[in-house]
């Protein structure tokens, strides 16, 4: 079993930062391909970013490329993603999530999922 807490949501302007954790437990939890799915309102979930424990691979959605960043510390059981240059279009919560092989679509093929947190970007 794998537990997610996600962290680091908040109100920020356009154009800031914001760095997310999510907080994992559980014993197999590398063997996971750890992401972040985030859900706007009134739209579907959409793939952020995925990161592989082994080797420390990482995908990123085509509209995050360059301004997110994914990350893991195994020492620390935690998963990050540093969000730069925010836009008023990342407004969304924002999903930890584990899953066998990288999802970008199919999230109900996810095994675990953290509660979420809210990123709301303002002008």
């Known amino acids: 079993q794998v537990q997610l807490v996600e962290s680091g949501g908040g109100l920020v302007q356009a154009g800031g930062s914001l760095r997310l954790s999510c907080a994992v437990s559980?014993?197999?939890?590398?063997?996971?391909?750890m992401h972040w799915i985030r859900q706007a309102p009134g739209k579907e979930r959409e793939f952020v970013a995925a990161l592989m424990w082994e080797g420390g691979h990482t995908y990123y959605e085509d509209s995050v490329k360059g301004r997110f960043t994914i990350s893991g510390d195994d020492a620390k059981n935690t998963v990050y993603l540093q969000m730069n240059s925010l836009k008023l279009e990342d407004t969304a919560v924002y999903y930890c999530a584990a899953g066998p092989l990288v999802l970008r679509l199919w999230f109900d093929r996810m095994d675990f999922w953290g509660k979420g947190t809210l990123v709301n970007v303002s002008s």
């Open positions: 559980g014993r197999t939890f590398t063997r996971y391909i």
